[in-house]
């Protein structure tokens, strides 16, 4: 959906180093998620914020930290990257109106050596 | 805890014959059920979805969903699929008592010439 864009699109770094992914959104959404897909496991939920003052931790917020700059901008952050973070990261928003559909943005592959 | 199971990895149809991708659901409460594709390269696109009402649910690129509360079931279904419809689909759930939907872990769906 290109009402949601994530940057960068394809990272390589290292072991150690702190990484931030972002994520905008033209949707006019308040609520903003970040997944993690690894093979066989599907989608699993790190953090998502409510509104910009409402940030929670989902399944797998170990080693990740996040930040809600603005109502359109939601950030992830690997503090120290390992391995195991290797993955497909999505960014994904909603506006709960009952039913709470959402909208996903294309994608940072992130691969850590 | 809501949570979705598809037992199918992987599902194989001809061109131009029915598909079935399965999907089976576990919430306490009414059920938010939604389906998902992935294309290769590309974040997740909102297919369908059930909130309340008839139980077969149409969605885009002639797809349709059937909810069977009494199976705890929603499968996916086409009535003749094209080779385009091969990608990566995603059932999810969001009960009325939380906020987050929880993925099943992905059936890759691969419809030959």
């Known amino acids: 959906d290109a009402d949601v864009t994530q940057t960068p699109r394809n990272r390589i770094t290292k072991t150690g180093k702190r990484i931030m992914l972002e994520c905008s959104q033209t949707k006019g959404h308040d609520r903003m998620y970040w997944y993690r897909q690894d093979p066989g496991l599907g989608l699993r939920l790190i953090y998502y914020s409510f509104d910009v003052k409402d940030i929670n931790k989902g399944e797998i917020s170990d080693g990740y930290s996040v930040s809600r700059q603005a109502q359109a901008k939601f950030s992830l952050s690997l503090e120290s990257a390992i391995p195991n973070q290797t993955a497909l990261y999505f960014c994904?928003?909603?506006?709960?109106?009952?039913?709470?559909?959402?909208?996903f943005g294309p994608g940072t592959r992130l691969t850590v050596l | 805890a809501q949570s979705v199971a598809q037992p199918e990895d992987q599902v194989n149809v001809a061109e131009g014959n029915p598909l079935t991708v399965k999907c089976t659901y576990s919430?306490?409460?009414?059920?938010?059920l939604f389906w998902y594709v992935q294309y290769p390269n590309r974040g997740l696109q909102f297919l369908l979805k059930y909130i309340t009402g008839d139980n077969l649910v149409k969605g885009s690129y002639g797809f349709e969903a059937e909810f069977n509360k009494s199976q705890t079931s929603f499968h996916l279904k086409k009535p003749s699929a094209l080779v385009s419809d091969s990608a990566l689909y995603f059932c999810a759930v969001r009960d009325t008592g939380f906020q987050k939907l929880v993925f099943g872990t992905g059936t890759r769906l691969l419809v030959s010439p």
């Open positions: 919430v306490s409460g009414n059920p938010y």
């Open positions: 994904a928003t909603s506006d709960f109106q009952g039913t709470d559909t959402q909208y």
